[in-house]
């Protein structure tokens, strides 16, 4: 079964940027769809982008758009992302998750989840 290992989360001040790193084990990044979901404390999970098998095409939520890059690499077996302007808003849970698909874009898409990574911004 694939698992995953995210990477890169901490303490990061208001306006500055984030980079997180995902390794997908156990089976090959080329077969799944990719996605860096968040869940801030009392909130849903939230889909912020996704990227498809072959990393050809990629998925931003519009609310977050210009803030989000993704990127994958399939050789490397891994998926990160990078969000810039950072509030505290910001401050959740970030997971990386898998999706058995050409590019799912809905959280309920995703069957394979990392631990997460607690990503907290100071003011």
């Known amino acids: 079964q694939v698992q995953l290992e995210e990477s890169g989360g901490g303490l990061v001040q208001a306006g500055g940027s984030l980079r997180l790193s995902c390794l997908v084990s156990g089976g090959y990044a080329d077969a799944y769809s990719l996605a860096w979901i968040r869940q801030a404390p009392g909130k849903e999970r939230e889909l912020l982008a996704a990227v498809s098998q072959t990393g050809s095409s990629t998925y931003y939520t519009s609310s977050k758009r210009g803030r989000l890059h993704i990127t994958k690499d399939n050789a490397k077996n891994t998926v990160a992302l990078r969000m810039d302007n950072l509030t505290p808003e910001d401050t959740a849970v970030y997971y990386c998750?898998?999706?058995?698909?050409?590019?799912?874009?809905?959280?309920?898409?995703?069957?394979?989840w990392g631990q997460g990574t607690q990503v907290t911004v100071s003011s």
């Open positions: 998750a898998a999706a058995q698909r050409t590019l799912a874009i809905t959280v309920g898409g995703y069957e394979y």
